[in-house]
């Protein structure tokens, strides 16, 4: 039996989050349970909600994605991060990885890359590619 | 007969957001998407499209000159502007630059569909910040307070904002003039033009003009999260 992701959404710009469902609907075993609006709403839903999966911004009002990774895996350790950030940066993707996310997307590429991203750190596999192909897996 | 719109943001992931919200309105369809505001400026002359809404900070060729160019090719272009800044200067260019709707990227999901309605039915649409503005300059007979004064710069042709955009994009003047179909030649003496006219002695200068005055954005570093509004992506 197939069974269901379920994903947070976290990014402070509607649009942007009408984006990534809009990708994410192309798997059916994905469901997007919730949206937060920033890193404290994030915290919350997730502690409420025990997602297998959040999808993270970084820059966001409140808390920023960063901070709310090392909370949201202190406290629900199970629960996956994938973050989509604009920030094309080794050293961002170093520091997203050391606050405990499994995956790393840029937002440019996200149409290319969030199904693969998606795919790979909801089975607990680190998925990380840069914009300028400095691309690796760590 | 459907309503044709062009979607043009340099972010696919901003403009699967914006096709997917507009596509619910079984009465529109997006005839086309473009990544930049020269390649919405192109795909407008051939698709002929309705409505067009353009993103503010856009490579290559900004969303407000992209307005200004659209609507002097036909003034019944009617153009949505999205911005993630409602300052003044933004919105007094882009009502001077000919557009008929101004939509904060913030609310686009809120605003935007009855944004493009309103532009439907030949109506004008802005957000009440927008809306206040519009209003205090009529009360004021065009009139600013000092505070809203931006400073009185040299006026620079069109194609000279469009040089001036690349140059701070990082472009070489063989880039510009390739970008632009001009020779070299003419690329250089358009840049000396550009330093003579706003008195400018460096690239370094120009950046900064070219960010206050709105001709690129920039993105903002991690840790600002008191601003409001994070830049959209």
């Known amino acids: ?138 | 007969m459907k309503l044709r719109i062009l979607v043009a943001d340099d972010h696919e992931l901003v403009r699967r957001g914006l096709c997917t919200l507009l596509q619910a309105h079984e009465d529109w369809e997006i005839c086309g998407e473009a990544v930049d505001g020269r390649e919405a400026v192109e795909k407008a002359k051939q698709l002929k499209p309705d409505v067009i809404i353009l993103d503010v900070g856009m490579p290559n060729l900004n969303g407000l000159d992209a307005t200004r160019q659209l609507c002097r090719q036909n003034a019944h272009y009617k153009v949505i502007v999205l911005t993630i800044t409602d300052t003044d200067q933004v919105i007094r260019e882009a009502l001077d630059a000919g557009a008929r709707g101004f939509v904060l990227k913030s609310d686009a999901a809120r605003d935007l569909v009855a944004a493009v309605e309103a532009l439907q039915r030949n109506r004008m649409f802005f957000t009440p910040r927008v809306n206040d503005m519009v209003l205090a300059g009529f009360l004021d007979k065009g009139q600013t307070t000092s505070t809203n004064m931006v400073p009185e710069l040299p006026k620079l042709t069109p194609r000279e904002r469009e040089v001036v955009q690349l140059i701070a994009e990082g472009k070489s003047s063989k880039e510009v003039a390739s970008l632009l179909n001009l020779s070299t030649k003419t690329a250089e003496t358009h840049r000396s033009n550009i330093m003579r006219k706003l008195g400018l002695h460096s690239i370094r200068d120009l950046v900064v003009y070219a960010i206050k005055n709105n001709i690129i954005q920039v993105q903002l570093p991690v840790g600002t999260e008191t601003r409001p509004q994070s830049p959209i992506v």
């Open chain 1, 1 to 138: 039996m197939t069974m269901t992701v379920r994903i947070l959404v976290a990014d402070d710009h509607p649009i942007v989050r009408h984006g990534l469902k809009t990708l994410l609907v192309g798997d059916p075993t994905w469901e997007v349970i919730a949206e937060a609006e920033d890193g404290v709403e994030a915290v919350e839903k997730a502690s409420r909600l025990h997602p297998d999966l959040i999808i993270l911004d970084v820059t966001m009002p409140r808390m920023n994605g960063l901070e709310a990774c090392r909370r949201i895996r202190k406290s629900v350790p199970e629960c996956e991060v994938l973050i989509v950030t604009q920030h094309d940066s080794p050293q961002m993707m170093r520091e997203a990885l050391d606050a405990g996310a499994r995956g790393y997307v840029v937002k440019s590429n996200a149409a290319r890359d969030l199904l693969a991203a998606v795919a790979a750190v909801s089975q607990h596999k680190t998925f990380t590619i840069l914009d300028h192909r400095a691309a690796s897996k760590v």
